[in-house]
């Protein structure tokens, strides 16, 4: 049976879904499938390898190139601990506000969109409108790049809009984020005799060192180079946040693992950064085998999130400035899909209904302003594609 939605209504039904990354959001994408089914809009799904969890993408308006993916996640963060007034899988209106866990982030973007989708069939359009929903977004943008693979060949799109909240600015930048596990292992013995062991502590603090020194040369080699003065801080930041090492003061540490994360400037190659990193860690750990030849160090990529570069006249940017008026430069500071669909080979840029301030907090919300933005950019986009 055809339905109709409000974009008020599909927010409602999209938050009603409780896809908290550590669920499956197959629920969602079957109501997303049925609904497109209804209005005779043909969809594909890109699991991930267990079949628990699913992308979809699918196209409106004719089969031909140069239309615009609109790409957002289906996923959300966890409210576990957090002190919420409402169900936050409920949208709740107070006060023009519409809360919910994924109004903001990022939910009404694709609500708004869906519910448009009669529109856009109506509209005639000449070039068509992809809808790219992803999983997993949250946890590392794990969903998207085998989306964007599977849509890459067949899909040649003159922009791709990645809804994430920025209050409708037009967003073309972010840095990447790379993530690391590293684990040293070490040699035991008693600390008396520390020059026949080998200490994974020591090691690790000296591969954390290293991240703290890089950091200070990136400072130093481009915090003024006027290409990064819209990213706080203007380099590339190396950071360590959790370690855990030993088990006595007087025993040298057989084990010491620690995690951290590279975020890089968009006009930076993460991967040069982690070849330099384990080129270090090489020749400590050939240090470390010299003493314990059983002595090693492994780094495990967590994840890879590829940073959001300015295009040079990217006619993402233009369509989406000409449609918001938006002439202003803006970067954020998170991560999102946009820089794996730039290496799938599209222009790419950042703009959506909402506040990132409100995203993964408790009583996350989204004006009904800000969804009626949303709203109006969206038939500006149809009208265009229809003219
Ligand atoms: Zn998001």
């Known amino acids: 049976m055809t339905k109709y939605y409000s974009a008020k209504e599909m927010l409602a039904k999209l938050v009603s879904f409780d896809t908290v990354s550590r669920n499956s959001n197959i629920p969602l994408i079957e109501f997303v499938e049925n609904y497109l089914n209804s209005h005779g809009v043909a969809s594909h799904r890109v699991q991930n390898s267990d079949g628990t969890k699913t992308n979809l993408w699918a196209t409106i308006g004719p089969d031909t190139d140069g239309g615009v993916i609109l790409s957002g996640h289906t996923d959300v963060v966890p409210v576990d601990g957090q002190p919420w007034d409402t169900d936050p899988f409920e949208v709740v209106e107070k006060e023009g506000l519409l809360y919910g866990r994924g109004t903001a982030d990022m939910k009404a973007f694709s609500a708004i969109a869906l519910s448009l989708v009669p529109e856009m069939i109506n509209a005639k359009m000449k070039r068509p409108i992809h809808l790219a ?31 994430e909240p920025t209050m409708m600015k037009v967003v073309s930048g972010h840095k990447g984020a790379l993530g690391l596990t590293t684990r040293v292992r070490g040699f035991e013995v008693h600390s008396s ?17 290293w991240h703290e020194q890089k ?30 090492g030993g088990t006595a003061h007087n025993i040298t540490a057989k084990d010491c693992s620690f995690s951290s994360d590279f975020r890089t400037l968009p006009s930076e190659n993460p991967m040069d950064y982690l070849d330099a990193y384990r080129a270090y860690a090489k020749e400590l750990e050939a240090e470390m085998q010299r003493v314990a030849p059983s002595a090693k160090i492994e780094i495990d990529v967590r994840g890879n999130v590829p940073g959001c570069r300015r295009e040079v006249d990217g006619s993402a940017e233009r369509l989406v400035r000409q449609i918001t008026g938006d002439n202003a430069e803006h970067v954020v500071s998170y991560g999102t899909e946009a820089g794996q669909f730039q290496d799938g080979g ?10 990132i301030a409100q995203a993964h907090a408790a009583n996350e919300y989204l004006s009904v302003e800000q969804l009626n933005a949303g709203v109006d950019f969206q038939r500006r986009l149809i009208e265009r594609l229809a003219s």
């Open 133 to 163: 929903l992803s999983y997993d977004e949250e946890i590392g943008c794990l969903g998207a790049p085998s989306m964007i693979e599977d849509m890459a060949p067949k899909v040649k799109a003159e922009a791709v809009i990645v809804g």
């Open 193 to 209: 005799l520390v020059h026949t062991g080998v200490s994974a502590v020591h090691v690790a603090a000296k591969l954390v060192v």
């Open 215 to 244: 950091m200070l040369e990136n400072k130093a080699r481009t915090e003024n180079l006027s290409e990064n003065a819209l990213f706080n801080p203007p380099y590339t930041t190396l950071h360590c946040g959790v370690i855990e």
């Open 346 to 355: 599209y222009s790419t840029i950042v703009c959506g209904p909402g506040d």
